[in-house]
């Protein structure tokens, strides 16, 4: 495949058993295709385009998935791109040590249970985004960002209610698709976010 969205042209294979990059990756590449030189997070990597688009950009990234095909996945499609990354399987931040200044996750958000763990969300599609929450401001540096991918068919107002205390959360991307609308949210942790009006845009 050949991922013409951004300067940088990334080739990929997609191996069985491994997300297809689609509508949700190519959004999330949209959102972060200016940052540039950061210490990167890239959860739930996939096939890598996300973590192998940033570490093109000039970032340092390191990308975790929970699936070891996405890992086999990750680290042949990095090779493929002359990029170095550090690919390691973790169930969200099990494995994964120290703070980011970006943490991207374009994770399971479909209201399912027992479907495919790309993108089988649980209970109001929210279930993995819930668990990843209430660990990922702990590994955002300060000033650091996250990046979440989210959608119309998610129970987002539950997450906006839990998180609103932790996190802002700001719509940076939004795309109608014909079932669903698909978002990016840049969340910047209260304590971190300096210069913004402490209350949320969504
Ligand atoms: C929608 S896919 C996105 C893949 C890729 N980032 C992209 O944008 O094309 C979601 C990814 O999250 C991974 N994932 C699901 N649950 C996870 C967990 N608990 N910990 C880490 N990764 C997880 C899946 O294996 C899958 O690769």
């Known amino acids: ?85 550090e690919v390691f399987k973790s169930d969200l931040f099990s494995n994964v040590e120290g703070c980011f200044e970006l943490i991207t996750f374009n994770p399971p958000y479909l209201p399912t249970e027992g479907e495919d763990i790309a993108w089988d969300g649980g209970r109001g599609g929210i279930e993995v985004i819930r668990k990843f929450l209430k660990d ?4 955002s540096e300060e000033n650091g960002e ?23 959360f700001d719509k940076v991307l939004s795309k109608r698709f014909f079932f669903e609308e698909i978002s990016v949210y840049r969340l910047t942790t209260f304590k971190n976010a300096k210069g913004n009006k402490q209350r949320n845009e969504v």
């Not at 590449?29 to 940052?35: P, T």
């Not at 030189?37 to 970032?59: F, P, S």
């Open 136 to 139: 990922a401001h702990k590994h």
């Open 1 to 85: 495949m050949v991922n013409e969205y951004l300067s940088v042209v990334v080739r990929l294979i997609v191996l069985e058993g491994v997300y297809d990059p689609s509508d949700d990756s190519y959004l999330l590449l949209e959102a972060v295709k200016d940052e540039k030189k950061l210490k990167v997070l890239d959860m739930g990597c996939g096939t890598g385009i996300i973590a192998i688009n940033l570490a093109k950009q000039g970032c340092k990234v390191t990308a975790v998935d929970v699936n070891e095909k996405a890992i086999e996945n990750t680290k042949v499609n990095a090779e493929i791109n002359g990029v170095d990354i």
């Open 146 to 168: 996250i990046y979440v991918v989210m959608s119309s068919l998610s129970n987002t107002k539950k997450i906006f209610d839990e998180f609103g205390k932790i996190y802002r």
